[in-house]
Structures are given as C-alpha cells and as structure tokens.
C-alpha cells in the first residue's frame, strides 16, 4: 500500500488522546482539535464528560470519536489503536495523559499498587506506542508520534505517591528507549507539567498559593501543557526528550507532594 505521510493535504491527521473526559486530558484534545487534528476520545469511566469532549472536538475539526478501554487491562489496551485506526483509517498519533494518582509511601507500599500504577500510567504508555508503530507499518507510513505525560516531580523528588513516582520515573527511562526502537517511524517525546489542576485532595485557596510556588511565580497552565503536547507532535525532529512545563518548579526542592503540603 502507499504510504500518505501524516503531514498530506489529502487528510486531516488523527491523534488518540487517553483520558481525554475530564481535566488536562480534555484541554489537550480541545487544542489538538482547534489546530485541526480529528482526536479519538478515549476514557474508562467518565463517559459523559467524554461525550461532551468528542461533541467539542468535533465542532472544531469537523471529527471525534469516543473509545472506552481500561487501560490496566493489557488486552484492552492492545485492541485500542486498532479500534482508532478501524474508525478513522490512519492513525498518526498518541498522547497519553490518562494515569492513576493513588498515594502510597515506603511505609504503606504495596507490590498491588505498584502494579495498578505501572499498568495504567507505563504499560499503557508502551502498548500504544508500539500499536502506534505496527498501524504506521502496514501503511509504510511515517511521521508518526507519541507523547506521554510526565510530571516534574520526577526532577525535585519527595516520599509522598512513590508508586505513582515510579511509574512515570519508569515511562521518563523509557522515552529514549523508546524512541530509539521506534525510529524513524514514530517520535517519542515526554512532557512534565508542574502543578497545573487542583485535586480532591486540594481546595482552590491552597493550591492557588502552591500554583504560585515556583521561580517563575506561577506554575503551568493547562493552555501551556495543551500548547507543548502540540508542539511536540507536530514538531518533526525532537524525539527521546522531555519538556518539562513547570515554571520551574523541577529546580526547587519540596519536602512533601503538593497535596500534602
Ligand atoms: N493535573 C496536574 O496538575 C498534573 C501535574 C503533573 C503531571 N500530570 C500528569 O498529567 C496527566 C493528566 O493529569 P490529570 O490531572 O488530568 O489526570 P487525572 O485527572 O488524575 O486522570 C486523568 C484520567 O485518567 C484516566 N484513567 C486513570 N486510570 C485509568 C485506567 N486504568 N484506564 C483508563 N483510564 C484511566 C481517568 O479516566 P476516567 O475518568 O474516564 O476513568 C481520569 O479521568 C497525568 O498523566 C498526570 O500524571 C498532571
């Protein structure tokens, strides 16, 4: 078959984005879709919100689709890119921003919420970007690309969330990797946000006050994070880096996680 590179005026490009329901999963394919990617929504409970983001993406880019998949689950996460790529016909690209965020420390560690982690938020990450390579493959395509999402943390450590640290530790470990297996179809390419959204574990005067905590003065932004993952997809010569969108906050030191500060 030939191959119709990813940039081709004949089609609109299309991007999975994982976790996109809700939060910064949303935003990024709200951006990714106003640059004029068609996004494939996937999420594993949030199906409303998930159906509001596919109706927003598809009033900007003309398509969207919806996928569930539990992404612990391997075989689940091995039949979603071609379920995309049976939806859209080509598939260019993967962000994947879903991730569990569960706390554990040294003193409460468990092999079972090491592994819930590791599935989820690094498992996950490889399966589609191999998926990725094998869809571009068949078509004799290039130009393809994956982003994943990191987190600053990784850079400034602290006790709290050590299982969920680890696995992004070992997804960070995995982009060279990665990337260099992958080439030159697929880019890999991680980006670190800093503390960007307030969680359950935070009200909105306090992480107001930690948002600021950073040289800068201000952490990332979801327009900011949204904004690099686009760049880093559509950016053809960076792959097996991280950008890390924190305002700095990877070059201070915090003793706790911002959930527990
Ligand atoms: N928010 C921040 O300030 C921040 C800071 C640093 C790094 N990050 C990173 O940026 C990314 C997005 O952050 P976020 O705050 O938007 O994430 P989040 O709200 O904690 O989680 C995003 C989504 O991940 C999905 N998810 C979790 N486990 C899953 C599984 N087993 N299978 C399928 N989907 C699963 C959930 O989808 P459903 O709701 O559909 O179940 C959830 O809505 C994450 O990778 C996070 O580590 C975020």
Same mark, same amino acid.
Request: proline residues 14%; glycine residues 14%.
């Given at each position: 078959m030939s191959a119709i590179p990813p940039?081709?005026?004949d089609r609109r490009r299309t991007v999975l984005v994982t976790g996109?329901?809700?939060?910064l999963g949303r935003e990024i394919a709200l951006a990714l879709a106003a640059g004029g990617w068609q996004v494939a929504v996937h999420y594993r409970s949030s199906r409303a919100e998930a159906e509001q983001t596919v109706a927003d993406c598809a009033a900007r880019s003309g398509d969207s689709a919806l996928f569930e998949a539990d992404l612990a689950d391997e075989q689940a996460t091995r039949a979603l890119l071609p379920r995309v790529a049976a939806r859209f016909r080509a598939v260019d690209a993967v962000v994947h921003s879903a991730a569990l965020f569960e706390h554990d420390d040294a003193a409460s560690f468990s092999y079972a919420l090491m592994e819930r982690h590791a599935r989820s938020n690094t498992g996950a990450a490889i399966l589609l970007a191999q998926a990725l390579h094998d869809h571009l493959a068949r078509r004799d395509a290039h130009g393809g690309a994956v982003v994943h999402l990191l987190d600053q943390k990784l850079w400034n450590? +602290?006790?709290?969330?050590l299982s969920y640290t680890l696995s992004k530790a070992a997804l960070e470990a995995a982009t060279p990797m990665l990337a260099l297996a992958l080439a030159p179809r697929v880019r890999v390419v991680g980006v670190a946000p800093g503390l960007t959204l307030a969680s359950h574990m935070l009200d909105d005067d306090k992480f107001a006050q930690l948002h600021k905590l950073s040289p800068l003065g201000r952490s990332s932004t979801s327009e900011d994070v949204a904004a690099t993952v686009k760049f880093a997809l559509e +950016?053809?010569?960076?792959?097996?880096t991280t950008l890390l969108v924190d305002g700095?906050?990877?070059l201070m030191k915090f003793e706790r996680d911002f959930s527990l500060m």
């Open positions: 940039s081709s005026p996109a329901g809700r939060r450590p +602290n006790p709290d969330f +950016n053809s010569s960076i792959t097996g700095g906050q990877h």
